[in-house]
């Protein structure tokens, strides 16, 4: 069974620093780009950023609202994945779900339960 | 940046065709895809690649795009349907992902 597991979603004040992780099972992490997307509580899905696989140099991309600030990696031989957040802001505060990608990874085929992050003083 | 609009909201009684739309410049030409979220859960993907459906999803959910919409329909819809469904694109130019702002699906 395919499955992707947030973690490390705990209360943070602003400007501080924190790393989720994710673990997959079920498949191959390293064939996959994994996608992090967050949704604030009561709104809708955002997407926040992912990370290509080696064939395609682990290349990332960012959504304009936490570009500069937030850092995806991963480690495929431990099929893990993380999103380095800094510098966080009170509506950084959501739940963060990691993704893996559909076959022409224009579309989020599997999708993790969630970890929720809260960023308050 | 690109951007998805959808309706707020969407009513049907059941037995009856729900249709949501999703609104964007030439979307015709991008490829849409649609999530199911119930509350307290994870997105579910009901349809990708404009019209097709993951294996387990119900036939009764379809999708079609043509100029600036694009549209999912569940048909004979039942009480479980109810939930806020999201469109989705990728934006070639920025390499983006955008999701339109959902339709929360009201089963009465």
């Known amino acids: 069974e395919v499955q992707l597991v947030e973690s490390g979603g705990v209360l943070v004040q602003p400007g501080g620093s924190l790393k989720l992780s994710c673990a997959v099972s079920g498949f191959t992490l390293s064939g996959s780009g994994v996608h992090w997307v967050r949704q604030a509580s009561g709104k809708g899905l955002e997407w926040v950023g992912r990370i290509r696989n080696k064939v395609h140099n682990y290349g990332t991309t960012y959504a304009p609202s936490v570009k500069g600030r937030f850092s995806i990696s991963r480690d495929d031989s431990e099929n893990m994945a993380y999103l380095q957040m800094s510098s966080l802001k009170t509506e950084d505060t959501a739940v963060y779900y990691c993704?893996?990608?559909?076959?022409?990874?224009?579309?989020?085929?599997?999708w993790g339960q969630g970890t929720l992050v809260t960023v308050s003083s | 940046s690109y951007v998805l609009t959808q309706p707020p909201s969407v009513s049907v009684a059941p037995g009856q065709t729900a249709t949501i739309i999703c609104g964007g410049n030439?979307?015709?030409?991008?490829?849409v895809h649609w999530y199911q979220q119930k509350p307290g859960q994870a997105p579910v993907v009901v349809v990708y690649e404009d019209s097709d459906r993951p294996s387990g999803i119900s036939e009764r959910f379809s999708g079609s795009s043509s100029g600036s919409t694009a549209t999912l329909t569940i048909t004979r819809v039942e009480a479980g349907d109810e939930a806020d469904y999201y469109c989705?694109?990728?934006?070639?130019?920025?390499?983006?992902?955008?999701f339109g702002g959902g339709t929360r699906l009201t089963v009465l």
């Open positions: 030439n979307i015709g030409s991008k490829s």
């Open positions: 989705q694109v990728w934006d070639s130019g920025s390499d983006h992902w955008v």
């Open positions: 993704a893996r990608p559909g076959g022409s990874e224009q579309w989020l085929m599997t």
